[in-house]
């Protein structure tokens, strides 16, 4: 380190993209510079776009002021929704990209060499989960939770704050790595030693390892902030076994969070020390052992598939129990089945690595360990099952996705019996056969689920109902276009194709190749037309109004809330009587709110800099330590410890909204609601429905 | 908050300190599950090297590296400065000004920092024997590890320095209360690390 | 769209069916384990089968009962009764948790057993003969295969004799791999300084892809071979000719088979310019213990 890399470290012109251009040879070189030069100009265009948006419109101040610096965990929800959106359109682009070369490059060549499409997996997974899953869920968990439990806020605001930026820091060092190349071709996992400097000197598998890292110090923060919140701010009345599904999948998938990032920070950093230092924890040589790694990783990777599905199993549970007009069946075995699951998701992670050679004994341990998590998750599917038996189904847009999801997953976790099984592991392990299996748990039960939510609690947090119209013309694509994009790939993978696999020259393998890029295609059209949803719903938000709040005949706590909720969400802390809270006030015709002199003032905290400020560094440190820019690195590294300190001085930190301010507020509400005559789910899609439901009950006694 | 709800184990204010007392109860026990995830993290890096320590590549091994003495020198000192901070504790809850927990707080900090030392010291020595990360997975395994948790002690150092400063602006207000609290609880979670790293490393590594 | 709304389980199941169909149609024009040439691959699809059949207890209930629940209690024309706090019975919760949990256990005793049968560290309990050993190294991207007994080596090509089974060593001079035949059987990661094993067996003559399916760079999709299962006699032959006309095993072999290359490139390096297959007149019997280091994994 005696080169302080001053000023452009190891960065050469080879770095963007368009180099590729001017060096190839050949038209499949040609075509995958042109592509990675697209995809640069793309996010160069695209931030610049934004810019000068923001600009023009002279946001910059509301965007510091009401959005970047706020700690509210509302608006900290729904930028992290956005975050997800965004990374989801390039990572859907780069899945796109990649079943075209599968298509074209059948005969060896296509449209992008093999390592800009080991870069295209890479990036894919990566995003996929650590920059679109995770920032999705997280967010999702940062508006509903705290509604559902009956309180204003997180424990940590601030905290929260860091949480989302840090998040945001791996995202953008994920969008530059598209500018400034390459980025690691080691998968989502990066397994060592094809990471270590002695196979990959460049700069990639060093962006993947500060990307990742940076995302899993923001979701161990996360893990602990949202796990306290349970703990601690529930409302009065709000014993755990009151808690909504919802509420309990968070507290599971925190309590996964604190356990389980650990493993992931030691094994990336471990990494790090490897490439930086020469260090010999995984390395060929010197007495490293990759097979650490292999541990490490799966000791979080494997509980972070739980991770990113109970949050999703808690989506199913609301929506099933809302759609059916019916109370949630087998509350308890939920919950103990998520518990149960949750625990079962540390004690299988060596099925990722059944071919290590372990012993038969240690193989089949872990093997009959990962089925018994079948066992649980099946109970969870039987009782939302149960929840409609009984009820009064309705198969809104939501519920669409959640019925395809009932059929769907359970063909994935047929699948993950199989692979469960070290002897059909041995014959599927690294085929695309895995990669339809875990696209199939993801998919049809996180991705759907975090639409069906996001479908499910948008018009609660703009005031204004998602367009149904293109809400089912979405459904229906992702639906049929997962099935196309991947039933295929259990085919193929049966027929022996690995994953990871540019080119090929099995001729039986082109056809489902094709099948899977039109399915492929149809997902995007999926996306697109969300995109579509968002437009036109912002565009007839007066006909899609719903400020009571209520649209769906909901029955947990957020539901008596105003749409948007006020910035303290309610006017007193709720006092809570059993489970289904608001299903149980609107029955007896109650609200939310506090007797006529029960209101005060209500202490919420301000906002803070601390978050852009870390996000900032974050983003900076992880570049300069990816390039060797070690000028910058060093004074950045020394601004962190600085930050906090004076962060640990911040005095003034709350604000008093005065309670005359939260009476009137209230009172205008309820004014509102009274105004506004009830409707019957009858009218659930119509212009009538302005959020006052008849509660089913009701509706069906008349 | 309802009353009725169990309070944090552990460390607290006691109720003369009622406000904060109340701020405490979150923020304390945030930070206890926050070391809770810190532990899995040495844990983590103890059974790596506990899978590396065979893995000496030919170079030097714990008999050729590892100096009991002066171990065992840093070890008083650790726990002398986490009875320390327990004194600047137990001053910060039972009297009304700062001083004695002040006093308490520089000595703690002091052993602490004189652990550090010793530390530094010890890997200098072990570097002159060819004891340097990159000689083997052994080494490489160590050297995560054990600077990792002097790593957490400097900073434990730093931030009682800006405990220090907080309250030579503002006195002895709730803020620098909680921090104290917290500080107090990342000092014996480092102790209990080292009391780990001590049986394991060294005495695991020389038996 | 409500009309859409209503035909919907039928689409999914439809084209399910159809998906598996032609996956069973098409698996035997690939090289697929379901068209198994091995007792290995041939148990492996007896267990898959198994397994697809006793799953079948806890899968065709979903499958068959959520369009009969969402037709009978659809909001609207719901013909069932309608009781929003009906939340438990006994009966269904045993059922629940009961019927996967014997499944499972089932499937579980299954697994313990075939894991064991299996495993690819055990000789292929069918086989008859002693195996032929071969001591596989990986390199970037190519498999060089070493006859110990033999005494020769090979490239692209691993042949054998199809009347006994095989007993891969493998370890890899390079990053990680794993080397699968999917119509003979299990695969396995070659690791550097580490020795990992594999046992096969072909039921007869044939000519079965082998490759690495862990990706480890650009030339990876190019690092297959060819298995071939040989009439005794024809194997005998093989050896013979690669005895009598294969490459000496020298310095410049070496440092091609170590340059990162495909195995076309290694021919090249090596002055052949067609062909895929490279056969060595020597084995250079230290190599394999070198690069694996003898240190066993698992045991
Ligand atoms: C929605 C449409 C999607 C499509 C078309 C798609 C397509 C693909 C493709 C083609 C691959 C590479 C397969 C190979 O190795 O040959 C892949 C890998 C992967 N995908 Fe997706 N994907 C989609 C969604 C998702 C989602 C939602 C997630 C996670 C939440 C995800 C996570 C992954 C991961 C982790 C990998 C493995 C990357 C690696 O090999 O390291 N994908 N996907
Ligand atoms: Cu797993």
């Known amino acids: 380190m005696t080169d302080w890399g001053f000023p452009f470290g190891r960065l050469t012109l080879d770095a963007i993209p368009l180099s590729d251009i001017v060096t190839a040879h050949g038209r499949t070189e040609l075509l995958s510079g042109i592509t990675g030069s697209a995809a640069a100009g793309a996010a160069v265009l695209g931030a610049l776009v934004a810019l000068v948006i923001v600009t023009w419109k002279g946001w910059w101040k509301p965007l510091w002021s009401d959005w970047l610096t706020s700690v509210d965990h509302k608006k900290i929800g729904i930028m992290y929704i956005v975050f997800s959106f965004v990374m989801l359109a390039r990572a859907l682009a780069e899945a796109f990209v990649m079943r075209m070369q599968q298509v074209v490059g059948h005969d060896g060549g296509g449209i992008v060499m093999p390592e800009h499409f080991a870069q295209l997996f890479s990036t894919h997974g990566t995003i996929m989960i650590f920059f679109m899953a995770m920032p999705f869920l997280t967010g999702m968990i940062n508006y509903v939770m705290p509604l559902q439990i009956g309180a204003r806020d997180v424990a940590f605001p601030v905290l929260n704050s860091v949480s989302l930026m840090l998040t945001v820091a791996g995202g953008i060092i994920l969008m530059v790595s598209l500018v400034l190349e390459p980025f690691s071709t080691g998968g989502w996992s990066g397994y060592p030693p094809y990471t270590e400097a002695a196979f990959n000197p460049g700069a990639g598998p060093d962006y993947w390892i500060w990307a990742v890292t940076l ?119 939920l919950v103990i089945a998520t518990m149960a699951i949750a625990v079962l998701s540390f004690t299988v992670w060596v099925h990722h690595f059944f071919t290590m050679g372990q012993s038969a004994n240690l193989n089949a341990a872990f093997g009959i360990a990962t089925m018994l998590i079948g066992v649980p998750t099946g109970v969870k599917i039987y009782d939302w099952m149960l929840t409609m038996y009984r009820g009064r189904v309705r198969i809104s847009v939501p519920m669409l996705y959640a019925l395809a999801f009932l059929f ?121 037309f969300l995109l579509v949803q968002l437009r036109v719903s912002v565009r007839d938000r007066a006909r899609l109004a719903v400020p009571v709040g209520d649209p769906w005949d909901g029955r947990s706590l957020e539901w008596g809330l105003p749409a948007p909720p006020p910035e303290w969400n309610f006017p007193a802390l709720p006092r809570v009587e059993g489970r289904d809270a608001f299903a149980t006030l609107k029955m007896t015709g109650e609200d939310l709110g506090p007797p006529d002199d029960g209101y005060e003032d209500i202490r919420m905290p301000k906002n803070a800099v601390l978050g852009p400020v870390i996000g900032a560094l974050g983003t900076g440190l992880a570049f300069a330590l990816t390039w060797y820019l070690w000028w910058l690195a060093l004074p950045l590294a020394a601004l962190v410890p600085v930050v906090l300190i004076a962060q640990g001085f911040r005095r003034d930190t709350e604000k008093v909204i005065p309670a005359h301010e939260v009476r009137e507020t209230w009172r205008a509400f309820r004014a509102l609601a009274a105004r506004t005559p009830r409707v019957s789910r009858r009218a659930e899609y119509t212009r009538d429905n302005r959020g006052h439901a008849i509660p089913m009950p009701q509706e069906a006694a008349e | 908050m309802s009353a009725t709800q169990t309070r944090h184990p552990g460390l607290n204010l006691g109720s003369n300190h009622q406000s904060a007392d109340d701020r405490a109860e979150t923020e304390v026990f945030g930070f206890w599950v926050f070391m809770m995830s810190d532990a899995i993290l040495f844990g983590l890096l103890m059974a790596t090297y506990v899978v590396m320590r065979p893995n000496t590549n030919g170079g030097p091994g714990p008999h050729d590296l590892f100096e009991l003495k002066s171990i065992f020198i840093e070890t008083m000192l650790l726990l002398a400065s986490s009875v320390a901070i327990g004194f600047s504790h137990l001053a910060l809850k039972h009297e009304d000004r700062p001083t004695k927990m002040v006093i308490w707080l520089v000595v703690a900090m002091a052993l602490a920092l004189a652990f550090v030392g010793f530390e530094i010291h010890d890997f200098l020595k072990m570097a002159g024997k060819g004891g340097v990360p990159q000689a083997s997975g052994f080494l490489s395994a160590f050297f995560a590890l054990v600077p990792l948790h002097g790593l957490h002690v400097s900073a434990a150092c730093l931030w009682g320095l800006a405990i220090l400063g907080q309250l030579a602006r503002y006195g002895l207000d709730d803020g620098v209360k909680v921090s104290m609290v917290r500080l107090a609880v990342l000092w014996h979670f480092l102790d209990l690390v080292w009391i780990g790293i001590f049986s394991l490393v060294y005495i695991g590594g020389l038996a | 769209m409500r009309a859409a709304a209503l035909r919907w389980p039928l689409p999914f199941e439809t084209s399910m069916a159809c998906a598996a169909c032609l996956a069973s149609a098409q698996a035997a024009q690939a090289d697929s384990f379901l068209d198994a040439a091995g007792p290995v691959a041939a148990a492996q699809v007896s267990h898959l089968r198994l397994i697809l059949i006793l799953m079948a207890i806890v899968v065709v209930p979903v499958f068959a009962a959520t369009p009969w629940l969402v037709r009978r209690y659809r909001y609207g024309r719901a013909r069932g009764d309608y009781r929003p706090e009906w939340k438990f019975s006994l009966l269904f919760e045993v ?31 069918e086989a008859k003969a002693p195996p032929v050993v071969i001591d596989v190294i990986g390199y970037d991207w190519k498999w060089l295969f070493i006859y110990p007994e033999q005494g020769v080596a090979s490239v692209g090509e691993m042949a054998f004799p199809a009347d006994r089974p095989v007993k891969l060593n493998l370890t890899s001079d390079t990053v990680m791999q794993s080397l699968l035949i999917p119509r003979l ?115």
């Open chain 1, 215 to 333: 995302s899993s110090l923001g979701t161990t923060f996360t893990g602990i902030n949202f796990a306290v919140t349970i703990y601690k701010k529930r409302c009065p009345g709000m014993t755990l076994m009151r808690m909504p599904l919802f509420t309990w999948t968070a507290l599971c998938t925190s309590i996964l969070m604190i356990f389980a990032m650990p493993p992931l920070t030691i094994a990336t950093a471990l990494l790090a020390l490897d490439r930086y230092l020469d260090f010999h924890l995984f390395t060929n040589g010197g007495g490293g052992n990759m097979m650490n790694y292999a541990n490490l990783f799966w000791l979080f990777g494997h509980p972070e598939v739980y991770i990113l599905i109970l949050p999703a199993f808690g989506v199913w549970s609301e929506v099933f129990s809302t759609f059916s007009g019916k109370t949630l069946y087998g509350y308890t075995a």
């Open chain 1, 408 to 528: 769907l997953f359970t063909i994935g976790g047929l699948s993950g019996i199989l692979l469960a099984n070290p002897t059909i592991d041995y014959q599927t392990h690294n085929t695309l056969f895995l990669v339809a299996h875990f696209h199939n748990m993801l998919i049809p039960g996180l991705l759907f689920g975090m639409i069906a939510g996001y479908t499910m609690w948008f018009p609660k947090a703009f005031g204004f109902r998602l367009d149904e119209k293109w809400g089912y013309r979405a459904a229906w694509c992702w639906i049929f276009g997962f099935m196309g994009a991947f039933f295929p790939l259990y085919a193929l993978g049966l027929m022996g194709m690995p994953r990871r696999m540019a080119d090929y020259f099995t001729g039986a393998w082109l056809p489902w190749t094709v099948v899977a890029l039109a399915g492929a295609g149809l997902i995007v059209l999926a996306f697109t």
């Open chain 3, 95 to 125: 059922l629940a948790w009961g019927v996967p949990f014997l499944v499972v256990i089932v499937l579980g005793t299954i697994l313990w057993e075939r894991t064991h049968q299996l495993d690819p560290y055990l000789p292929v309990a």
């Open chain 3, 185 to 299: 059987g299990s695969q396995i990661y070659a690791m550097k300084g580490m020795r990992t094993q594999l046992n096969l067996a072909a039921d007869g003559p044939g000519r079965f892809e082998g490759r690495n399916t862990q990706y480890n760079g650009k030339g990876f999709s190019a690092q297959s071979f060819t298995a071939v299962a040989m009439r005794p006699g024809d194997f005998e032959s093989w050896v013979a000719q690669a005895r009598a006309q294969g490459l000496p095993f020298d310095e410049k072999a070496r440092a091609a088979l170590e340059h990162k290359g495909t195995k076309l490139d290694l021919r090249h390096a090596l002055g052949m310019p067609d062909g895929t297959v490279v056969h060595f007149a020597a084995a250079p019997t230290a190599l394999f213990d070198k690069i694996a280091g003898m240190k066993e994994t698992g045991e």
